[in-house]
């Protein structure tokens, strides 16, 4: 990606509001210049201290303590000229600072416009510029780690080094279509195919971490469903530490979905409580509420279907089925056996748990744990890609597996077309080959500040 440098200078805050301090950054040619009209301190001016923070005032009337600190060009976060400010926190402080800078120059940031002009400066391929996305959004420890991988460079490097021989097989087929009647050193077709061949196994190892990617970066889709009044809201509850649903004896309480997030074992779930699922409705919102028990299982990735353990058995688990069936759920179900602490028989089924007292929910959360991550080292996976790398890695692919016909028919043309393509969508992924829509949609999900 070529290098852009910009006329404008830019800044934002760059906190969240409500904490002790505030930072503001500019970034931009005038970025000290701007800084040193607002700020102050004794001595050497701001744009002569390189990287040193500083202890100054601000220029306003109350003349606020203000650390600040020059970053010069190109070894900046953005590679241009950067300046960060650093004043009390809360809301009118670091808006009046805000307000002072844009008197004096400085323009307000765009979403993501910090992160946009580091890529495009070369700071950063498009991969580490969207995991500073997935930093930020982070809930789980898992995803600050992956984010973090991804920060330093190790998808893009991925990328490349899984393009990088395919630019000289188009070169050697191109020569073919420019200088059909020299005889040239060209490898034969079969020959490309083994240049080919192990791209897509890359490839093809690549977009194996894809569920890995969604489920660490998105969460998991967790439905609780069961019977009326078999514990369901009480389970929601205990997975949450407190009462997010109303528990009555009365069969029926729950009348909608209610949705909340939790994470469990590192996990990011997406649990929503289900209305009791039966045939004999009490009115029209019971009844609703049911058909919106059946939306939530049709779209779960993992149900706990709570059963009685106080009640026989096998009536519930054919139950059961009939409704996972009737829902169309394909997801994974995991028997839970509730009401432990007063049933007459216990140790028969490998989850049973009392939502009343706690006892068994450690081995409940095993269970969703196993029920998430089938496969070893899944979770530590450095290659869960995005849904964008997972959507240009299949359109590579099927690229690639289109030229390998081409290439054994000796249909140059068409194969440097699909191979041509190929390199294209892989460059993509990392910001070698991106239109402005691309960023713009990207970055658009950041916020003002980053």
């Given at each position: 990606?070529?290098?852009?440098?910009t006329?404008d200078?830019?800044?934002?805050?760059?906190?969240?509001?409500?904490?002790?301090?505030?930072?503001?950054?500019?970034?931009?040619?005038?970025?000290?210049?701007?800084a040193?009209?607002?700020?102050?301190?004794?001595?050497?001016?701001?744009?002569?201290?390189?990287?040193?923070?500083?202890?100054?005032?601000?220029?306003?009337?109350?003349?606020?303590?203000?650390?600040?600190?020059?970053?010069?060009g190109?070894?900046?976060?953005?590679?241009?000229?950067?300046?960060?400010?650093?004043?009390?926190g809360?809301?009118?402080?670091?808006?009046?600072?805000?307000?002072?800078?844009?008197?004096?120059?400085?323009?307000?940031?765009?979403?993501?416009?910090?992160?946009?002009?580091?890529?495009?400066?070369?700071?950063?391929?498009?991969?580490?510029a969207?995991?500073?996305?997935?930093?930020?959004?982070?809930?789980?420890?898992?995803?600050?780690?992956?984010?973090?991988r991804?920060?330093?460079?190790v998808?893009?490097?991925?990328?490349?080094e899984?393009?990088?021989?395919?630019?000289?097989v188009?070169?050697?087929?191109?020569?073919?279509?420019?200088?059909?009647?020299?005889?040239?050193?060209?490898r034969?077709?079969?020959?490309?195919?083994?240049?080919?061949?192990?791209?897509?196994?890359?490839?093809?190892?690549?977009?194996?971490?894809?569920?890995a990617?969604?489920?660490?970066?998105?969460g998991?889709?967790?439905?609780?469903?069961?019977?009326?009044?078999?514990?369901?809201?009480?389970?929601?509850?205990?997975?949450?530490?407190?009462?997010?649903?109303?528990?009555?004896?009365?069969?029926?309480?729950?009348?909608?979905?209610?949705?909340?997030?939790a994470?469990?074992?590192g996990?990011?779930?997406?649990?929503?409580?289900?209305?009791?699922v039966?045939?004999?409705?009490?009115?029209?919102?019971?009844?609703?509420?049911?058909?919106?028990?059946?939306?939530?299982?049709?779209?779960?990735?993992?149900?706990?279907?709570?059963?009685d353990?106080?009640?026989?058995?096998?009536?519930?688990?054919?139950?059961?089925?009939?409704?996972?069936a009737?829902?169309?759920?394909?997801?994974?179900?995991?028997?839970?056996?509730?009401?432990?602490?007063?049933?007459?028989?216990?140790?028969?089924f490998?989850?049973?748990?009392?939502v009343?007292?706690?006892?068994?929910?450690?081995?409940?959360?095993?269970?969703?744990?196993?029920?998430?991550?089938?496969?070893?080292?899944?979770?530590?996976?450095?290659?869960?890609?995005?849904?964008?790398?997972?959507?240009?890695?299949?359109e590579?692919?099927?690229?690639?597996?289109?030229?390998?016909p081409?290439?054994?028919?000796?249909?140059?043309?068409?194969?440097?077309?699909?191979?041509?393509?190929?390199?294209?969508d892989?460059?993509?992924?990392?910001?070698?080959?991106?239109?402005?829509?691309?960023?713009?949609?990207?970055?658009?999900?950041?916020?003002?500040?980053?």
């Amino acid at each position: 990606m070529q290098k852009i440098m910009t006329d404008d200078t830019i800044c934002a805050i760059s906190t969240a509001p409500g904490g002790a301090l505030a930072i503001l950054r500019l970034s931009g040619p005038a970025s000290a210049e701007i800084a040193e009209k607002v700020w102050f301190s004794k001595g050497v001016p701001l744009h002569e201290t390189k990287r040193v923070m500083r202890l100054g005032h601000t220029l306003s009337a109350d003349g606020e303590t203000c650390l600040a600190v020059f970053m010069p060009g190109p070894h900046s976060y953005t590679g241009e000229d950067v300046v960060e400010l650093q004043c009390h926190g809360g809301d009118f402080a670091p808006d009046r600072l805000l307000k002072a800078l844009l008197a004096n120059g400085a323009r307000l940031a765009d979403p993501g416009e910090f992160t946009r002009r580091a890529f495009l400066n070369g700071k950063m391929d498009l991969t580490q510029a969207e995991a500073v996305l997935d930093l930020i959004q982070a809930r789980t420890a898992d995803a600050a780690s992956l984010a973090e991988r991804q920060l330093s460079g190790v998808l893009g490097k991925k990328i490349s080094e899984t393009a990088k021989d395919l630019p000289g097989v188009l070169a050697e087929i191109e020569s073919r279509l420019d200088f059909p009647e020299e005889d040239l050193d060209w490898r034969s077709p079969e020959e490309l195919i083994a240049v080919i061949a192990p791209v897509l196994d890359k490839i093809r190892a690549l977009l194996a971490g894809s569920r890995a990617g969604s489920i660490i970066r998105n969460g998991v889709r967790l439905v609780i469903a069961g019977a009326p009044n078999v514990g369901k809201s009480s389970l929601l509850n205990r997975i949450l530490g407190y009462d997010r649903a109303i528990v009555t004896e009365i069969p029926g309480t729950t009348r909608d979905t209610v949705e909340e997030n939790a994470v469990i074992r590192g996990i990011h779930f997406r649990l929503t409580d289900t209305a009791g699922v039966r045939e004999d409705a009490a009115d029209k919102v019971e009844e609703f509420g049911i058909k919106r028990s059946k939306e939530s299982l049709k779209s779960a990735e993992v149900v706990i279907w709570l059963l009685d353990l106080t009640q026989e058995h096998e009536p519930q688990l054919r139950e059961m089925e009939k409704r996972v069936a009737d829902a169309e759920c394909h997801a994974k179900v995991i028997h839970c056996w509730n009401k432990k602490d007063i049933a007459l028989q216990t140790g028969k089924f490998p989850c049973e748990v009392s939502v009343e007292n706690g006892d068994g929910i450690e081995m409940l959360y095993d269970e969703l744990a196993k029920a998430v991550f089938t496969e070893p080292g899944e979770r530590e996976s450095e290659s869960a890609i995005a849904q964008r790398h997972e959507k240009l890695l299949n359109e590579a692919l099927t690229r690639l597996e289109s030229a390998i016909p081409e290439l054994c028919a000796e249909a140059w043309e068409l194969a440097a077309v699909h191979i041509r393509e190929a390199i294209y969508d892989l460059g993509t992924i990392t910001g070698e080959n991106v239109s402005p829509d691309v960023l713009d949609e990207i970055f658009s999900r950041f916020c003002i500040g980053k």
